[in-house]
């Protein structure tokens, strides 16, 4: 049976481990989002988010954002390669509704799995 829980093996917890994805990442982005990724070691993906104060002033519309990121990585989850995700905001999204971010961030889930495919073939 396929578990769809954000469990604490899924999340990258520790600066060290955000700044390994920082450290040479392959990109991926859509007006609102731009994701950072890198193989892990790991059997599945991480998912490390990064919503600037300056980019979305109120800690309600970062908190509405971070909630529909995680829920949109839970479910897709089992679609992605083992690769370690630092995801941020490009601007202002606050006034974006749910299902935009849920439909941008779909679109970047399949991207992020074809372009790990082609990584790994071009190795």
Not at 27 to 48: D, E
Not at 74 to 92: C, S, Y
Request: aromatic fraction near 8%; proline fraction near 7%.
């Amino acid at each position: 049976m396929v578990s769809y829980t954000f469990s604490r093996e899924l999340r990258l917890l520790t600066p060290r481990e955000f700044d390994n994805v920082f450290q040479n990442p392959f990109r991926v982005s859509s007006p609102l989002f731009t994701i950072l990724c890198k193989p892990n070691q790991s059997v599945h993906p991480r998912l490390g988010l990064t919503i600037a104060k300056k980019r979305v002033k109120l800690a309600v519309n970062r908190n509405r954002i971070k909630r529909c990121s995680r829920d949109s990585f839970r479910l897709h989850q089992h679609e992605l390669p083992p690769v370690d995700l630092v995801l941020m905001v490009k601007g202002d999204i606050s006034n974006t509704p749910n299902e935009e971010l849920h439909k941008q961030l779909d679109k970047l889930w399949g991207k992020i799995a074809r372009q790990y495919k082609t990584l790994v073939q071009d190795c």
